[in-house]
C-alpha cells in the first residue's frame, strides 16, 4: 500500500473513531451518566476529527495542546473553518482537562445536547462534504 492510501485509510479510521466517539456520548446522555464522561466522548469525537484533517500535513505531535494548537493556526487562522468552530474544540479541551484533572464539571444536560448536535453537523454529517486536497 502507498503512503498516500495510508494515509487515507487513518484518515477514515479517525472519522470513524469520531463518529465512534459521538454515539458513545449520545448513549452516555441519555442514561444520564456522569457529565465528565460525556464531555470526555464529546471531545474525542471534536479531536478525532482534527486528527484525520492533519493526517495529510507535514506535521506531528503526541500533545492534544500541540494538535489543536496546529489545527487553530493552520485551518482556523487560514479560514478553512469558521472560528467558531475553532472556539468549540478549544473550548472542549479546556472543559475535558477540567473535568479529568481539576474538578467536577457542572451538570447540564442542554449545553450537552448542543455540543453533540454541533459534533455531528460539522464532523459526521458534512464530512463528506470536506474536501481535502492530497498532492
Known amino acids: 500500500m502507498r503512503n498516500k492510501e495510508k494515509k487515507i485509510q487513518l ?3 479517525r472519522l470513524k473513531q469520531a463518529e465512534d466517539s459521538i454515539s458513545e456520548a449520545e448513549c452516555l446522555l441519555s442514561g444520564n451518566e456522569s457529565p465528565r464522561s460525556i464531555m470526555n466522548r464529546a471531545y474525542y469525537a471534536m479531536f478525532y476529527g482534527v486528527l484525520a484533517l492533519i493526517v495529510f500535513e507535514q506535521y506531528y505531535s503526541s500533545k492534544h495542546a500541540s494538535v489543536l494548537s496546529y489545527f487553530n493556526k493552520r485551518f482556523i ?3 478553512v473553518f469558521s472560528k467558531e468552530l475553532g472556539y468549540s474544540i ?3 479541551f479546556e472543559m475535558r482537562q477540567e473535568g479529568d484533572y481539576r474538578r467536577e464539571m457542572p451538570s447540564n444536560k442542554m449545553n450537552f445536547l448542543k455540543w453533540l448536535d454541533f459534533l455531528e453537523r460539522v464532523f459526521v454529517n458534512k464530512k463528506t462534504s470536506i474536501k481535502i486536497t492530497i498532492q
Open 11 to 13: 484518515a477514515k479510521y
Open 77 to 79: 487562522k487560514e479560514g
Open 90 to 92: 478549544n473550548k472542549a
